[in-house]
């Protein structure tokens, strides 16, 4: 049995992850490739229950940077051995809405987490493991925020300020170049413009 693959998804609210998600397992399966959506916080039933306190917090009490970098590592924790693992050691195929790079640029780049807590998290964690390949959906904080708020109400993190996002999107931009598996996409034009783009990327790896 092969070894499946496992992309990773990035980008800022609005950047159309969960869009770009969706129209990657659907070009997989035409190509007769099995896939697992998971999105981080997540996935799982402990994970979804994390991300609604990570979401929407609990009675207004302030969450603090280091219980939040903990809520979603215990969630990835969880989604790594309940979801990822297994349906990768079966040979199909893994796309998951956010993972580790995720943290490393809202806890890190946007809270201010020290680098060397994100990467004793990290190594506990995740033992090593990780995407063969993220893209990384590039958008100005501006317009994300501006099309996650056509969604409807914002939720806790959507709600912090531009400045926040703008250091997320700094940090973002630093680890995408700094690392040979993460692509940057550029997110103007319709979805299925941003889609081909998708593809061209896609095309080369898998060859």
């Not at 940090?171 to 593809?199: C, H, M, N, W």
Request: net charge neutral; aromatic share 6%; glycine share 10%.
């Amino acid at each position: 049995m092969n070894q499946g693959y496992w992309i990773a998804i990035e980008g800022l609210e609005g950047a159309g992850k969960s869009t770009v998600c969706q129209q990657l397992s659907d070009w997989l399966g035409r190509l007769g490739i099995q896939t697992v959506i998971a999105r981080e916080p997540g996935g799982t039933l402990l994970g979804e229950q994390l991300r609604s306190i990570i979401k929407q917090g609990i009675d207004n009490e302030s969450l603090q940077p280091m219980a939040e970098l903990l809520l979603f590592y215990a969630a990835r924790a969880q989604l790594l051995e309940q979801i990822i693992k297994p349906t990768l050691q079966r040979g199909d195929w893994v796309i998951s809405d956010r993972h580790d790079l995720s943290t490393q640029a809202y806890q890190g780049g946007g809270r201010g987490v020290a680098q060397s807590s994100l990467e004793q998290l990290r190594t506990l964690v995740l033992e090593g493991h990780r995407p063969d390949l993220t893209l990384y959906l590039d958008i100005t904080p501006e317009q994300g925020l501006k099309r996650a708020a056509q969604r409807g109400a914002l939720d806790r993190i959507e709600q912090e300020s531009l400045r926040f996002f703008q250091r997320i999107r700094r940090r973002y931009l630093e680890l995408a170049a700094a690392d040979p598996t993460v692509s940057v996409i550029a997110t103007k034009g319709p979805p299925g413009q941003v889609f081909e783009r998708i593809q061209q990327i896609l095309s080369v790896w898998l060859a």
